[in-house]
């Protein structure tokens, strides 16, 4: 049976859905105004990893994910540039799928921009002032109040008193309590606005999410994920608004991925050790930084460093080693590596137990392989099937382990041509020659195997 962590509960506990065999997620994107950085595609790559696992059991899974297209950042950023808001967004969703389409992470099925849904956000915000959860200030904008909500912290055990002692009202806010967020957003001149009850305005972050998942999925349903830094303020504001408005549970479950630390430190610009996934790729190939960031398990935190990323290419290494030469195909086996690689998924998506199976089916395929054995072909078809449930190991074994031909390195006719050579080499028995183009390949990052069919390479990690 499934289990899975709830971030509400504090506990993991056996899922149930809302209706048999179906599971509404909704999991919080990016706000659109830069490129995505290492922290949006653990997100990304884990949520991608649940529901690949989710629907190779079946589940009929209907995966929503956001845009926040509408932004104070969005704005400012737009503004620096001297361009239109939508000019930015339109750039930074497209580079957004490119990178998803790098990682192997699957489109959802829904993609809900807050810019399309902005009758939606103010039918939602009309609620809660009719039923006394919001109001209009003087200044135009409308508040939530948080002290009407008896249940208010609840995901994260925030005490609304201690939460009150340590908030302020900013300047130009106009609220009853320093508690209180804002759901729209009077517009200054020049700023990108929507006519709205309370004047030309836009929507508060908080306020986008329960109106575009109400629209997406309805008043309650099965998983709500996103990041480690959502839970407070902007998961918790997100209960108290769709609770508030629709008079029902908002969420079942609630998920969240752990942070990506750079060297054991938090990532930030400030520290210079931000990195944008095309950093991360102009140096790592595509699968070695999915795999990286799916062998840990979702809710564990991410350490990245130099090292980190070498061991994955490692271990990736072994897989395709493995299946290097090997015929895969679908054949019935008697073993107990899927049902083991199943179960460690089932139990909170534990992808480094999963894994852990991999390797033994790694070590079996190996085996079956010395020996000449028929059950290789199977075995690697196993391994292929379970490894793309992770989204890995559908590469061509041979082109994943000789690698992209990059600046500065021999290309691969410069290393055909060198193995060539050495080849007539050993014909003239002129095995010094031979040696010093092995040696001189190896050095370069180059490794030989030779064999009855021949000498075939792969580049070291």
Not at 100 to 123: F, K, N, Y
Not at 277 to 301: G, P, S
Not at 415 to 424: K, N, T, V, Y
């Amino acid at each position: 049976m499934l289990q899975i962590y709830n971030t509400l509960s504090k506990e993991k506990a056996p899922f149930q859905p809302l209706q048999e065999g179906k599971i509404k997620m909704y999991v919080c994107g990016v706000t659109v105004y830069d490129l995505c950085h290492i922290g949006h595609a653990r997100v990304m790559v884990a949520f991608d990893v649940i529901t690949r696992f989710l629907r190779s059991q079946g589940w009929d899974v209907e995966y929503v994910r956001n845009i926040t297209d509408v932004d104070d950042k969005i704005i400012r950023r737009a503004a620096e540039n001297g361009e239109a808001p939508h000019e930015l967004t339109e750039r930074m969703i497209a580079a957004m799928h490119e990178d998803e389409t790098a990682l192997s992470v699957l489109r959802p099925d829904q993609e809900p921009r807050a810019t399309a849904h902005i009758g939606d956000i103010i039918a939602l915000v009309e609620t809660l002032v009719e039923k006394g959860f919001a109001y209009a200030a003087s200044n135009g904008d409308v508040y939530y109040r948080v002290e009407k909500f008896a249940e208010y912290g609840k995901l994260t055990n925030k005490n609304v008193d201690e939460l009150r002692s340590g908030a302020r009202v900013e300047v130009g806010e106009a609220k009853e309590s320093p508690l209180d967020f804002v759901l729209w957003k009077a517009a200054k001149k020049g700023e990108v606005s929507w006519d709205s009850p309370w004047g030309k305005g836009r929507p508060g972050w908080h306020i986008e999410c329960s109106a575009m998942s109400k629209c997406c999925l309805g008043d309650t349903f099965d998983i709500h994920g996103g990041g480690p830094d959502l839970p407070f303020p902007h998961h918790e504001n997100e209960i108290a608004q769709s609770e508030a408005a629709n008079g029902c549970t908002y969420v079942n479950t609630w998920m969240h991925a752990g942070p990506v630390r750079v060297n054991s430190e938090k990532m930030s610009k400030s520290l210079g050790n931000f990195f944008t996934i095309r950093d991360v790729l102009e140096k790592y190939n595509a699968e070695v930084v999915r795999f990286f960031l799916a062998r840990v398990h979702y809710r564990t935190y991410i350490d990245y460093s130099e090292d980190s990323l070498k061991e994955a290419r490692v271990m990736l290494e072994r897989f395709y080693q493995a299946l290097r030469g090997v015929e895969a195909v679908d054949a019935e086996l008697d073993n107990d590596f899927d049902a083991r690689f199943i179960a460690a998924m089932n139990d909170d998506f534990n992808t480094p137990k999963a894994v852990s199976v991999l390797f033994e089916l790694v070590n079996e395929l190996n085996k079956a392989t010395r020996e000449g054995a028929e059950s290789a072909a199977a075995l690697a078809g196993q391994l292929k099937r379970l490894g793309g449930i992770l989204g890995l190991l559908q590469q061509d074994a041979d082109a994943f382990l000789k690698g992209e031909d990059k600046a500065g390195e021999l290309s691969s006719d410069e290393i055909e041509a060198l193995i060539e050579q050495r080849a007539e080499a050993k014909k003239a028995k002129n095995f010094a020659e031979s040696d010093r183009i092995r040696d001189e390949l190896a050095a370069q990052g180059v490794i030989l195997k030779d064999s009855r069919e021949g000498t075939s390479w792969y580049r070291e990690a």
